[in-house]
């Protein structure tokens, strides 16, 4: 999904623009997903694509929403991020590249990683009711 700056900029809210399209990262704590306890889905907050099941999100005691795994392995893609001194790998959607977090290898079981993500590079769609 391509899509010019301006174009993005239409469709995001500032913070979204910068966490998503710049790569920034909310301050930690600040993002109402934390809390967010009920089944759903959380998709990427700017192309809608499913990203993360809440059967796998998890307390992570970082201050961002954690998941053990992505919804489908095709959901997130990954690149090294180099940036602050450090090298860490960096989580974006599959579909329109957006930066989401970071994965880190000290997670649960079963899969042991932390996609470390940022609350407002999400949405959540909670489940319907039957």
Same mark, same amino acid.
């Given at each position: 999904? %391509? @899509?010019?700056? !301006?174009?993005?900029?239409? #469709?995001?809210?500032?913070? %979204? $623009?910068?966490?998503?399209?710049?790569?920034?990262?909310?301050?930690? /704590?600040?993002?109402?997903?934390?809390?967010e306890?009920?089944?759903? &889905?959380? &998709?990427?907050?700017?192309? /809608?694509?499913?990203?993360?099941?809440? !059967?796998?999100?998890?307390?992570?005691?970082t201050?961002?929403?954690? $998941?053990? @795994?992505?919804?489908?392995?095709? =959901?997130? =893609?990954? #690149?090294? !991020?180099?940036?602050? $001194?450090?090298?860490?790998?960096?989580?974006?959607?599959?579909?329109?590249?957006?930066?989401? /977090?970071?994965?880190?290898?000290d997670?649960?079981?079963? #899969?042991?990683?932390?996609?470390?993500?940022? /609350?407002? =590079?999400? @949405? $959540?769609?909670?489940d @319907?009711? !039957?």
């Open positions: 999904m %391509q @899509k010019s700056d !301006d174009e993005w900029r239409g #469709t995001l809210t500032t913070e %979204q $623009f910068h966490v998503l399209r710049k790569h920034g990262t909310e301050p930690p /704590g600040s993002s109402p997903l934390n809390g306890k009920r089944e759903g &889905t959380f &998709t990427c907050a700017a192309c /809608g694509e499913p990203l993360f099941s809440s !059967d796998t999100k998890f307390e992570s005691g201050g961002w929403p954690s $998941f053990y @795994k992505p919804l489908a392995e095709t =959901a997130v =893609a990954t #690149t090294t !991020d180099s940036s602050l $001194f450090m090298t860490r790998t960096e989580v974006h959607c599959a579909k329109c590249g957006g930066h989401l /977090g970071h994965v880190f290898p997670g649960p079981r079963p #899969t042991g990683m932390r996609y470390c993500m940022n /609350g407002i =590079a999400l @949405k $959540f769609e909670p @319907k009711a !039957d």
